[in-house]
């Protein structure tokens, strides 16, 4: 279990107003502090952006609806043998165990869904994730255990597509 | 943050040349070149990913949507793109089934 | 006068530790800002990095002799006509006005200093700042106008020496 | 943050060719540098500043400090530096009347 206090004094934060425009940001100082991370290799460390950058892209979408005044909140910490990245905003919040599944990628009927993509890919990044309600919005917290990476890339061809992308379950 | 798209005609093949990074922020604009090809008649678009350095599922949802409009006009949108890193992207959606995926633009066009 | 709100929607906050290896990322982040605001231009750009980054380290080392676990704020915000960053720490506080001041840089005693030239670079680099006591500590205030610099660099040669760098006043 | 520090013989002359962003965090590490050098009887030194992107006041002080030290050893310590935004740094600070810079290493070591 990771039992990273929030307080922690290693932890940086980085605030932006939740637009669009601010997402490059996050993925920026999440990759440059990453970087300076020895042990994380290259490949993960574009895991570990992507799947910010769509947790991110979350949080500002949970705000457009709502209030685009409003903020989105990055805290990354660090431990012995993992980071950790929460994203937090103040949006209407969600229940993950209730999302669409898209149709199989061989169905043509799967070309009618453009979005839903995000969490499936934030699940098959990152070591670790969890959508946790906030009062009020979501938090989101993912972890990345530091050594090679624990989940292996699907190669093209005709390997198994993983859960959540449109198998049939 | 700029997009760049660049178009170039090769035959029958209209190629969009995409640089820098697609997300939540840029991928509008991809969009909106997607829909204006379509409307100028190119039915046969192949998008070059080979200078994009981030694609996010706001950029694969954009794709998507841009083949479904090729198909409904009997056209096909086909994708240029040997980066690691973004190939991955399409690999780990299972969306390397739906594209077809070019080594390179001649590959591509003359395909 | 610049009457920027600090609650201004577009701010932006980075939070780091107290601790020199965070000053580069609040460089990267100033500079990635700036460079998103297209009237600015790139020497003027390189011009705020570095009074912004003489203003991290000046707050990281006010902690160094307090609680290296303390923080340091860095507040951006942007108004029509300036951009405006703000750098906070709860150090001991200084009183600006009574710093002392180099002999000339002709004068071999000169080399006897090697402290003492941020908050001079400072100065020169940006077109305003302010050095306010905060409760506790200290909160620099830079402002950069936008547009083209308004201060010209004294070019090499036998060009006059701006004052605070061993100018005899 | 990684800082390059590359040490050559130019003849009478030790060349300590930095790389990277020289600020509080990386300072000390020139700092010592230097002080090995000096310590090693290396007394005309010429640092080449080239390949630096950021220097910083802390820079500048390790800079002056380093000058302080070779001239008590009758020594020198000169600067290799072209780059406008490097230069402009010590210029400001008319740091610019206390070392020597030279345009290229050649120069350097040839002055
Ligand atoms: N932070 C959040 N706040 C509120 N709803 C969210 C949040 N993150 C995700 N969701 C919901 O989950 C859905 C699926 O998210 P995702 O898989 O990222 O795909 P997309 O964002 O493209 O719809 C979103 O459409 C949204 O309804
Ligand atoms: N944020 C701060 N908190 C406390 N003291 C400060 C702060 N900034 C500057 N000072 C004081 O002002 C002095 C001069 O600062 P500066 O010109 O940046 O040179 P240096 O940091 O090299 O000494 C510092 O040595 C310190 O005593």
């Known amino acids: 279990m990771v039992s990273l206090a929030n307080g922690t004094p290693a932890a940086i934060e980085l605030e932006i107003p939740a637009r ?24 993960r460390i574009d895991d570990l952006k992507l799947a910010v950058s769509e947790a991110c892209t979350n949080a500002i979408e949970a705000h457009a609806d709502v209030d685009a005044s409003e903020r989105v909140l ?17 949006g209407p919040g969600f229940d993950p165990r209730s999302l669409p599944t898209h149709p199989p990628v061989t169905d043509p009927e799967r070309l009618n869904f453009e979005r839903g993509l995000g969490i499936p890919l934030i699940r098959s990044l990152v070591d670790k994730v969890e959508f946790n309600p906030a009062e009020p919005g979501t938090s989101v917290r993912i972890v990345m255990f530091c050594g090679p990476s624990e989940v292996d890339v699907v190669s093209d061809g005709d390997g198994e597509v993983p859960p959540g992308f449109g198998t049939q379950d | 943050m700029d997009l760049g798209l660049d178009v170039t005609d090769h035959g029958d093949t209209t190629v969009l040349a995409v640089r820098g990074e697609v997300d939540v922020y840029t991928a509008p604009r991809l969009r909106e070149k997607l829909v204006e090809l379509v409307s100028q008649g190119k039915h046969n678009i ?23 409009r090729l198909r409904s006009h009997d056209g096909d949108l086909s994708l240029v793109c040997t980066q690691h890193r973004i190939l991955k992207v399409f690999e780990i959606t299972g969306l390397t089934k739906v594209f077809a995926i070019h080594a390179s633009v001649d590959d591509a066009v003359g395909a």
Chains 1, 3 share one sequence.
């Open chain 1, 74 to 90: 990055l805290r990354w910490s660090e431990a012995d043998d993992h980071l950790q990245v929460q994203v937090e905003d103040h």
């Open chain 1, 20 to 43: 669009p425009e601010y997402v490059g940001l996050a993925r920026l100082v999440v990759s440059s502090l990453a970087s300076s991370r020895r042990t994380l290799a290259d490949d």
């Open chain 2, 46 to 68: 192949t998008v070059d990913l080979e200078a994009v350095d981030f694609l996010d599922s706001t950029g694969l949802g954009v794709l998507v949507g841009g083949l479904k």
